[in-house]
């Protein structure tokens, strides 16, 4: 079943899109800001978001933004903005889609099955790295890393890193390449940052972070990727 978050200030327009969801037969999370929506999609599993553009507390395209830096959960904002300049801003900061108020809720249910059966598509096309008997999944077409059958919340960083180094299993990478992957050429920083990288994605991960499965550690130069294939 899947669930959709609706986010938008106005407690009638939510009630009146959530009961329209339910009906479908989807669950549903509601949020009246912006913080809120991004705090629910980085702690919750959410599979499509219902985004209104004006919120108390930040621009809809700023949650947008925001959310994009996450997840690649597919993204529909709701707006009383008709100017065409509008549309095409928010759908460059990574929507799927743009409806404008007012709005018959029965199409707002239509669109969201339309592009919830386009993603799952997509899923099924993907290029998908399993190991461990699926235990671990990385879909790099969407972006998405899934443990036990549950999606991992990554930053962009550690997504980055543990597809770098699940890309070529039992390879050993110094922190010198992880750095000029992850964090790009110019960076200047301390080497090591790439450590705190690393532990944080093991504690996302692994089921015990202290004897991982997936991330080796390579004593005095760097890390290896142990996962097996089916």
Request: with cysteine; aromatic share 6%; charged share 30%.
């Amino acid at each position: 079943m899947k669930t959709i978050l609706v986010v938008d200030d106005e407690a009638k327009i939510r009630d009146v899109v959530v009961c329209y969801l339910k009906q479908e037969g989807f669950q549903t999370l509601e949020a009246e800001t912006g913080s809120d929506a991004v705090r629910i999609v980085r702690n919750e599993s959410v599979d499509f978001v219902i985004l209104d553009l004006m919120l108390p507390d930040m621009e809809g395209e700023q949650v947008c933004q925001s959310i994009r830096l996450i997840h690649s959960v597919p993204i529909m904002m709701l707006t009383a903005k008709v100017s065409e300049n509008n549309r095409i801003k928010g759908l460059s900061l990574g929507a799927d889609d743009y409806l404008i108020k007012p709005f018959d809720p029965r199409e707002v249910v239509a669109r969201v099955r339309a592009i919830l059966r386009r993603s799952d598509d997509q899923l099924l096309l993907a290029d998908r790295l399993a190991f461990n008997d699926g235990q671990l999944i990385i879909d790099s077409l969407k972006q998405q890393v899934f443990c036990d059958g549950q999606l991992v919340n990554l930053t962009p960083n550690e997504y980055k890193l543990l597809l770098a180094m699940a890309k070529y299993p039992q390879r050993h990478f110094t922190r010198e390449e992880l750095i000029e992957r992850v964090l790009g050429y110019d960076f200047d920083g301390d080497i090591r940052a790439i450590d705190q990288h690393v532990k944080n994605t093991r504690q996302k991960i692994e089921r015990d972070a202290k004897t991982p499965a997936y991330i080796v550690t390579v004593y005095g130069s760097g890390y290896r990727f142990a996962g097996g294939t089916p």
